[in-house]
Structures are given as structure tokens and as C-alpha cells.
């Protein structure tokens, strides 16, 4: 992270005053501004242009940033802006050292990062490009220069190019195939990485080898997993193929890693009620649906009301893993205790419509179709959230499911707590309903429909994590 120049740093402070910016927070504004100077540099983007600030905030998202996060530090991009243009009115001239990695000189800064290497542009303190009339007549010849021609620089190298339509393109691309947000957030953030590997190259001008050099710099560089290569292989096909509109070609020099036998990590009947003396409600309630139905995490997070029959003692999974639905049994040893969970549910429900709270979050255009439904109780969440969510463009409050960290924090810590020797989470309670349901010998086929697997092959793992009680010597049925 770069240094911000002293006289920009003095000016950028004062700004933060005058907009009563709490002074706690003066130092992530600073923060923000220093971020978005060192990423222009690195990836070779005007400082004083705004049409850079849709990039750095990809990149913000693709590090994971939160929303709130986001929007401070647009914020405090924004303020460096109304400095650069006030200072750029003045005509302030004043040599200030502008942070960089490597360069001719720590006072210029190309205008293009792949211009020319003798075509500098020389910045004033506030790191405003000034303007012709207060620029040496010795330097004009090489302003207008690299003035006119950045466009044809980057369409000739490929380096510094915007991929924002890009970024939109693959968005939309996912959504119209309703793919998961998941899904979406994955493949954005290695199309973020690997637009940083590439520097920004030109969309049009990528090819195979760029592709290839890539995948070697995953597995030689970064040394990734056999897994994380492969999603990057598969996130690349889907850019290319969909966003580019054009094929990969044939890769040749690069091997795809391939999955190394993986056998899951399975608790005993035992360890799991271990697990659940340490845990408190509503964890421990969640934790006996993800082992007594085999559920995923978000398939356990996303249940709504409507999805239990206590009747029939079914609960149906509705959109699991690729949209699909499928409907499980019950364990009749809970139903008592989810029925009490579903009484303390409707006290909650009836709290919520007194403080006028906009409902729950609906998927897709449900709530458009339905237009009261988020309020009726059968579409509450069966496990909500602690607290109430604000939305950002209407302001109002709507309750979201429990967040999967906390499930998560909970599993843990009741892990290490009952001080099993084994790498438990929420995921090995589905390997455990696997595995002990093929324990007591129930169809392979059976186990399939109800993991909701679209091919026994993915299934047949479990029969590493139990024992075989198969006879080798060959017998005639006739004589069983």
C-alpha cells in the first residue's frame, strides 16, 4: 500500500473536517485513498480519472469487501476527486513526490501504463495533471504526445484496458441461467484475478496462451489445490465461451490437475451427540436437521415454514443444489422440538408486523407475483436472523435468515469443546447421515435421491467410510 503525498494527505484531512467526517474514521478514508492510489499504479489507471473508480470497486468486491465498505470507500474516492478538481481550477504547480513502484522519476507519472517510456507527464502537489497553460513549453510536446495517443496504445499492447463490460456481461450471463449469487461471486472474483494477472489486457486481444500462462501460475506460483486450478479452469471456459464469445481452442502444456482420492471425514453416532450437548438453541435444532436429513449448510439455513408437513413428516427442500427439489423424512425423535421452535417462531412473527417491518426476503419475483407474501408467516424462515436487515434503495427493515458463520462459529467451538480428534463441519454432518445410513445397509440408490445427487458415482464415496462386510469367497446363490 502506497504512502499518500504529505501536501494531498494535509488537504485530504481538511476536506474530511469540513464534510464532519467522524474523526474515528478519518483513518479508513485515508485508508480508502491510499488503496485506490496504489491500485491506479499498479494496474496502470489515471489517478484523477473517475472512469477508474468502477474498477477499484470490483476489485473491492472481488477481496470480499462488504457493501458498507464499499460505499466508504467510494466516498472517500469521491472527496479525493472534489480536491483534484479544485486544485486543478487553482493551477497549483508545486512539486510533490507521487508515490510509485518503479519509474524514471518519483514526480512523473505516465499517462498511459503502456505508453511510451519517455512520454512523462509531470503532476503538481495535490496529484493533479495540470493544465497546458501552466505546463513548460519544453514538456508540451510530450503531453500532446501521450495525449493523443493512449487509445491507440492500449489497442496496440493490450495493457491498462477497461473490462467493466465485461464484468456486466458475465453478471447477466449467469443470472439469465439463475445461477446461484455463489456461483456469480466465484466467477467474478477470478475474472478480477485473472484481469489482474493479464494487466488489464485488452478483452479482445486475450487468447489461449494467456489462459495457459495462467494456469501454470496457479499451480507453480500459488500453488493452489487440485480443486481451486479446476474452478479456475471452469470459470475461464465460462468467460470465454460466454462473455467472449469464443471458444478456448485446444490448451496444450498445461495439465489439469486432477482430484486426488478424497475420503470424507465421517463422526460416530457418539461424537455427534457429543457435539450437541455443547451447543444452544437455535444451533443445536439446525445441527439435527443437517445430520438427521442429510441437508447442505444453506439448504438448513434457507428453510421457510411452509417446507415442514409435520402430518406426513416430510420436509421438502425446495431450490437445493442446482434448483432442484426433493423431500426428506423427518426425525420423529425432533418433531416435539420443532414444533415448540414453530410457536416461538410466530411470537416473533407477530412482533415483527407491530414494528411495520417490509417482510421477508423472497427469491426471484416471487414477491411481485405475490405481493403480500413476504409478510405471511408461512414464508417466515424457519431459522431468522438475530437482528433485522435495512435495504439499501428502499430503506426498509426485512428479516433475513441466520447468517451460515454463526452456524458455523457454533459447530466449532462445540467441536472443541467435546475435544473430538476429527476436522468437523457443518458439511461432515451430511457425510455422517451418508454413511450410517449405508451402515445399516440401505440401497445405494435410496441414499442418492436423498442426498439429492444427480449421479450415484458422487454417492458411492461413502462406501470408503465404512467398513465391508462382503465375502470374497464365490458361492452359488443356489446354496445360500
Known sequence: MLAIPLNLQARFEESLRNKAIPHNLHWAYKKWLSYYLDFCNKYGFSRVSKESL?????????????????????????????IVGSASQKGSVDKIPIPRNSGPSDNYEKTSSCGPPSKFVQYNNEGVRPSRETVPATNRVHESA???????TIIETGKGASWVSQFASLENEIRVRHYS?????????WMGKFQAFTRSKSPELLSTDDVKAYLTHLAIKRKVAASTQNQAFNALLFFYRHVLKREFGKIDGVVRAKHKPYVPVVLSRGEIDEVLKHLEPPYDLAVKLL???????????KIRVNWLNFDAGVITVHDGKGKKDRTLPLPETIIQELRDHLESLKKLHEKDLKRNYAGVFLMDALERKYINASKEFIWQWFFPAKQLTQERDSGEYRRYHLHETHLQKA???AVNKSKICKRATAHTFRHSFASHLLQANYDIRTIQELLGHSDVRTTMIYTHTIKTNTIKDAKSPLDF
Not at 445430520?291 to 439455513?301: H, I, K, N, P, T
Open 54 to 82: 468502477p474498477q477499484f470497486i470490483e476489485k473491492l468486491k472481488s477481496k470480499q469487501q462488504t457493501h458498507p465498505q464499499q460505499e466508504q470507500a467510494i466516498k472517500a474516492i469521491t472527496l479525493y476527486y472534489e
Open 411 to 413: 459447530i466449532k467451538k
Open 291 to 301: 445430520y438427521g436429513c442429510g441437508l447442505r449448510l444453506f439448504e438448513c439455513l
Open 181 to 189: 449469487p455463489k456461483t456469480l461471486k466465484t466467477y467474478k472474483g
Open 146 to 152: 501521450a495525449v493523443r495517443l493512449p487509445t491507440k
